[in-house]
C-alpha cells in the first residue's frame, strides 16, 4: 500500500544534542511537510517542499532545517533541541495542483531530556 | 492571516446518536475543506474532503459546506464509541497549505 512513513517513532534526545527525524513515502508526491504538533493544539506547519523548492514558515526557528534529497526522502533536523520543541512531529505529503489533500505519517514523538 | 475556528468545547454524545461538529474560516477564495480524526496520540487521518456547496455523505460521515457563510461542518449519524477522538478541520489556502482549526473533541459514551 501506498504511504507515508517516519521513522523513527519515538526518539528521546538530551538538551543540545542534535537530531534528525526522516520521513518517506511511496505516494509519489511532489510536496512534503514538516509540522509540529503540541498536546491539544493544532498541527503547526514548520516548512513545506515543493519539489526540490524550500518553503519556510516565517515563524519557523532557525533551530529546525530540513532536507529533501529526493522525491521520496525528507529529513527535519533539529541543531539543538531545547525543552520547548518536545512534540509530535508529523511529516505530510499532497499531489501539488490538486486539491491539497494531505495524508500523514504515523509521526515521531519527540523528548527532550 | 487566515483563520480557522472551531469554538466548540468537548463533544459528549450517547452511542448511537448524533454528533455535529462546526467549523469557520476567515479566507474568502478558500477552495478546499478537509475533516480530520485524530486519536490519542496519533498523527491525523484525512476521513472527508468538500470542494463544492452543499451535502457530501462518506457512510456515516457527512460534511455540509456553505461558502457564502463560510462554514464547514461535520456530521458522525449513529455515533460509536470508536469514534471518540478529536476532529481537526482543514482549510487549504490554494498554496499548498493548509490552515488547522484546534480541534473538538468527541466522547462517545457507551
Known amino acids: 500500500d501506498a504511504m507515508v512513513i517516519q521513522n523513527p517513532r519515538y526518539q528521546v534526545t538530551q538538551f543540545g544534542k542534535p537530531v534528525t527525524l526522516s520521513c518517506s513515502q511511496t505516494l509519489n508526491h511532489n510536496v512534503m511537510y514538516w509540522y509540529q504538533q503540541k498536546s491539544s493544539q493544532a498541527p503547526k506547519l514548520l516548512f513545506h517542499y515543493y519539489d526540490k523548492d524550500f518553503n519556510n514558515e516565517a515563524d519557523t526557528p532557525d533551530n529546525f532545517q530540513s532536507r529533501r534529497p529526493n522525491t521520496s526522502f525528507c529529513f527535519l533536523d533539529i541543531r539543538s533541541p531545547g525543552l520547548g520543541d518536545a512534540a509530535m512531529y508529523l511529516c505530510a505529503t499532497s499531489l501539488a495542483g490538486g486539491n491539497n489533500e494531505q495524508f500523514f505519517g504515523p509521526g515521531t514523538r519527540l523528548t527532550v531530556l | 492571516q487566515k483563520e480557522v475556528e472551531q469554538n466548540s468545547g468537548p463533544l459528549s454524545v450517547p452511542e448511537g446518536a448524533i454528533a455535529s461538529l462546526n467549523c469557520t474560516y476567515s479566507d474568502r477564495v478558500s477552495q478546499s475543506f478537509f475533516w480530520y480524526r485524530q486519536y490519542s496520540g496519533k498523527s491525523p487521518e484525512l476521513i472527508m474532503s468538500?470542494?463544492?456547496?452543499g451535502d457530501k455523505e462518506d457512510g456515516r460521515f457527512t460534511a455540509q459546506l456553505n461558502k457564502a457563510s463560510q462554514y464547514v461542518s461535520l456530521l458522525i449519524r449513529d455515533s460509536q464509541p470508536s469514534d471518540s477522538a478529536t476532529y481537526l478541520c482543514a482549510v487549504s489556502d490554494g498554496n499548498n497549505r493548509l490552515a488547522f482549526g484546534k480541534g473538538n473533541q468527541v466522547v462517545v459514551i457507551p
Open positions: 468538500i470542494y463544492s456547496n
